[in-house]
């Protein structure tokens, strides 16, 4: 069983920073690919950003140009550097990785940012 944890989440002030990190209990390298999603309060999770095996990245247009998606040093963790936030990126964020007919999540790390 694939074990993803997060950490890096807390509070911010509006145009702050965080950096997220999604820690795999194998290499990420194993997947199709890694990604992050976010729930708000009453919403439904939205795809944030991912990172195919292949180094392809994509973002949600809320997050372009502010939000990165890395692989970190170790080949078994994932980041998300989180500038400009704003109030609405409040949210919990969960790892996800993905194979054909399989994902994965962590349990999530909540990001609230304050105005």
């Known amino acids: 069983q694939v074990q993803l944890v997060e950490s890096g989440g807390g509070l911010v002030q509006a145009g702050g920073s965080l950096r997220l990190s999604c820690a795999a209990s194998?290499?990420?390298?194993?997947?199709?690919?890694m990604g992050w999603y976010r729930q708000a309060p009453g919403k439904q999770r939205e795809l944030v950003a991912f990172i195919t095996v292949g180094g392809i990245t994509n973002y949600a247009d809320s997050v372009k140009g502010r939000f990165t998606i890395s692989r970190g040093n170790a080949k078994n963790t994932v980041a998300l550097q989180m500038n400009s936030l704003n109030p609405e990126d409040t949210a919990v964020y969960y790892c996800?990785?993905?194979?054909?007919?399989?994902?994965?999540w962590g349990k999530g790390t909540l990001v609230t940012v304050s105005s």
């Open positions: 996800k990785a993905h194979n054909i007919g399989t994902d994965y």
């Open positions: 194998s290499s990420i390298f194993s997947f199709n690919s």
